[in-house]
């Protein structure tokens, strides 16, 4: 009682318990909100969600441009999320691989065969959106220095927020990995020299925002 008499008093009541809402980083205050480019230099650690590039229910292509010192290099170059969902453009043994972690249900891999040559390339991965609702597939394409080098099909994506507490990340992975395939931090053993990410605006109706408000909820009292 003595909660509640002090909460009427310093004018705390009354109590919002309306957690899935919240659960909607684009509620808060945002200096990225609205843009479609985002340019990082160097190794860049624990930008929280609602401050990175917003790649869900959308077309998206990230573009890095890294330097191999002797070849065989491995490491994150960029990530988000961790192992409850995210994604990471990665090297493993001087190939580039894109992985895509949906809810660590489904794990889709997009590697170069073959791999990079030391030196200085730049890594494309260009997801095109298939639309049609939120969540869906997609087509992710790699490319090397305007090269095609692997393509394949993510059949869905994640709706909502990757995770409570992962980040984004440049040159290393400082939270949960994306895929198991790797252990944290797994450093990137070459130089990054710039990251791009580029984002298409969302072409949500108000029945997907609906459906995406119901996921939110159906997360929050998984809680």
Known sequence: MLFY???AKYNVLPLDDSKAERMDVSIRPSLTRGRTEFIYYGTLTRIPEGAAPDVKNKSFRITAKVVLPK???QGVVVTQGGLSAGYAL???????IFHYNVANVAHYNIAAKDALTP??????FDFKYDGGGIGKGGTG?????GKQVAKGRID???PGRFSFDETFDIGEDTGTPVSEDYDVPFK????????VVNVAPAKLTAQDLRALDQARR?????E
């Not at 990665?90 to 580039?96: L, V, W």
């Not at 030196?119 to 494309?124: E, P, S």
């Not at 394409?141 to 220095?145: A, E, G, I, M, R």
């Open 5 to 7: 008499a002090e909460a």
């Open 71 to 73: 070849g065989g290099e």
């Open 90 to 96: 990665m090297f493993k043994g001087g190939k580039p």
């Open 119 to 124: 030196g200085k390339h730049t890594v494309v």
């Open 141 to 145: 394409t790699l490319s090397v220095d």
């Open 156 to 158: 869905n994506t994640m």
């Open 188 to 195: 990137f053993t070459g130089q990054i020299e710039k990251v």
């Open 218 to 222: 159906r997360a929050a009292a998984a």
